[in-house]
Protein backbone atom coordinates (compact mmCIF):
# COMPACT_ATOMS: atom_id res chain seq x y z
CA UNK A 1 0.00 0.00 0.00
CA UNK A 2 1.58 3.20 -1.09
CA UNK A 3 1.04 5.57 1.56
CA UNK A 4 2.31 9.48 1.31
CA UNK A 5 2.46 12.12 4.03
CA UNK A 6 2.84 15.99 4.19
CA UNK A 7 4.59 18.15 6.55
CA UNK A 8 6.15 21.62 6.85
CA UNK A 9 3.08 23.28 6.29
CA UNK A 10 2.10 26.65 8.27
CA UNK A 11 1.20 30.33 8.31
CA UNK A 12 4.21 32.86 7.59
CA UNK A 13 4.37 36.39 6.86
CA UNK A 14 5.16 37.98 2.76
CA UNK A 15 8.63 36.92 1.64
CA UNK A 16 9.14 34.39 4.49
CA UNK A 17 10.02 30.68 3.50
CA UNK A 18 8.74 27.22 4.68
CA UNK A 19 10.09 23.94 3.99
CA UNK A 20 7.23 21.07 3.06
CA UNK A 21 8.54 17.41 3.25
CA UNK A 22 6.28 13.92 1.60
CA UNK A 23 7.65 10.87 3.65
CA UNK A 24 6.72 8.43 0.95
CA UNK A 25 6.38 4.45 1.50
CA UNK A 26 7.01 1.29 -0.16
CA UNK A 27 9.49 3.51 -1.67
CA UNK A 28 11.55 2.75 -4.33
CA UNK A 29 15.01 3.76 -6.06
CA UNK A 30 13.30 2.96 -9.48
CA UNK A 31 11.37 4.57 -11.45
CA UNK A 32 8.90 6.97 -9.64
CA UNK A 33 7.49 10.48 -10.04
CA UNK A 34 6.39 12.38 -7.01
CA UNK A 35 4.82 15.74 -7.39
CA UNK A 36 3.71 18.70 -5.85
CA UNK A 37 0.16 20.28 -6.34
CA UNK A 38 -1.88 23.23 -4.62
CA UNK A 39 -5.22 24.18 -4.27
CA UNK A 40 -6.57 27.38 -3.02
CA UNK A 41 -10.07 28.03 -1.82
CA UNK A 42 -12.65 28.06 -5.18
CA UNK A 43 -9.34 27.11 -7.78
CA UNK A 44 -8.62 24.09 -9.17
CA UNK A 45 -5.41 21.93 -8.13
CA UNK A 46 -2.50 22.88 -9.84
CA UNK A 47 0.94 21.06 -10.66
CA UNK A 48 3.52 23.19 -8.92
CA UNK A 49 6.77 20.91 -9.12
CA UNK A 50 7.79 17.61 -9.74
CA UNK A 51 10.85 14.91 -9.47
CA UNK A 52 11.58 11.85 -11.10
CA UNK A 53 13.40 9.75 -7.99
CA UNK A 54 15.27 7.89 -10.18
CA UNK A 55 17.16 10.13 -12.62
CA UNK A 56 16.91 14.01 -10.62
CA UNK A 57 14.81 15.42 -13.22
CA UNK A 58 12.78 18.37 -12.09
CA UNK A 59 9.73 20.27 -13.40
CA UNK A 60 7.99 23.55 -12.10
CA UNK A 61 5.15 25.18 -12.94
CA UNK A 62 5.85 28.94 -14.28
CA UNK A 63 4.41 30.74 -11.45
CA UNK A 64 7.32 29.08 -8.45
CA UNK A 65 10.25 29.30 -10.79
CA UNK A 66 13.43 30.93 -9.18
CA UNK A 67 11.18 30.92 -5.79
CA UNK A 68 10.61 27.14 -5.10
CA UNK A 69 12.58 24.18 -5.10
CA UNK A 70 11.78 20.47 -5.31
CA UNK A 71 14.52 17.87 -3.97
CA UNK A 72 14.72 14.29 -2.85
CA UNK A 73 16.59 12.21 -0.18
CA UNK A 74 16.56 9.00 -1.19
CA UNK A 75 17.64 7.42 1.69
CA UNK A 76 15.25 9.42 4.02
CA UNK A 77 12.33 7.74 1.57
CA UNK A 78 11.77 11.78 1.25
CA UNK A 79 10.71 14.80 -0.96
CA UNK A 80 10.84 18.22 -0.30
CA UNK A 81 9.68 21.29 -1.73
CA UNK A 82 11.97 24.67 -0.18
CA UNK A 83 9.43 27.66 -0.46
CA UNK A 84 10.96 30.95 -0.79
CA UNK A 85 9.85 34.18 -1.37
CA UNK A 86 6.33 33.00 -0.41
CA UNK A 87 3.34 35.87 -1.48
CA UNK A 88 -0.19 35.65 -0.69
CA UNK A 89 -1.01 34.26 -3.96
CA UNK A 90 0.82 31.17 -2.89
CA UNK A 91 -1.75 30.18 -0.07
CA UNK A 92 -3.13 27.18 -0.51
CA UNK A 93 -3.36 23.68 0.69
CA UNK A 94 -0.36 21.25 -0.48
CA UNK A 95 -0.41 18.00 -1.56
CA UNK A 96 2.30 15.31 -2.46
CA UNK A 97 1.20 12.21 -5.08
CA UNK A 98 2.97 9.56 -6.90
CA UNK A 99 3.05 7.90 -9.85
CA UNK A 100 5.17 5.13 -10.95
CA UNK A 101 6.99 6.28 -14.39
CA UNK A 102 9.94 8.69 -14.64
CA UNK A 103 7.99 11.64 -15.24
CA UNK A 104 7.63 11.54 -18.86
CA UNK A 105 6.56 8.36 -19.79
CA UNK A 106 2.16 9.50 -18.74
CA UNK A 107 2.92 12.85 -20.05
CA UNK A 108 3.54 15.83 -18.08
CA UNK A 109 4.61 15.60 -14.29
CA UNK A 110 2.65 18.52 -13.58
CA UNK A 111 -1.11 17.22 -14.32
CA UNK A 112 -2.94 15.90 -11.71
CA UNK A 113 -5.12 13.74 -13.37
CA UNK A 114 -1.90 11.48 -14.15
CA UNK A 115 -1.55 10.66 -10.24
CA UNK A 116 -2.78 7.83 -8.41
CA UNK A 117 -1.47 8.17 -4.79
CA UNK A 118 -2.21 11.51 -3.09
CA UNK A 119 -1.38 12.57 0.09
CA UNK A 120 -3.56 14.53 2.75
CA UNK A 121 -2.47 18.02 2.12
CA UNK A 122 -0.58 20.41 4.53
CA UNK A 123 -2.11 24.54 4.38
CA UNK A 124 0.62 26.81 3.59
CA UNK A 125 -1.16 30.60 4.73
CA UNK A 126 0.79 33.42 3.36
CA UNK A 127 -0.26 36.82 4.47
Known amino acids: HVQLVESGGGSVQAGGSLRLSCAVSRYTYSSSCVGWFRQAPGKEREGVAA????????YYVDSVKGRFTISQDNAENAVYLQLNSLEPEDTAMYYC?????????????????????WGQGTQVTVS
Open 51 to 58: VSTGGGRT
Open 97 to 117: ARRFDDCRGLGTPLRKNSYKY
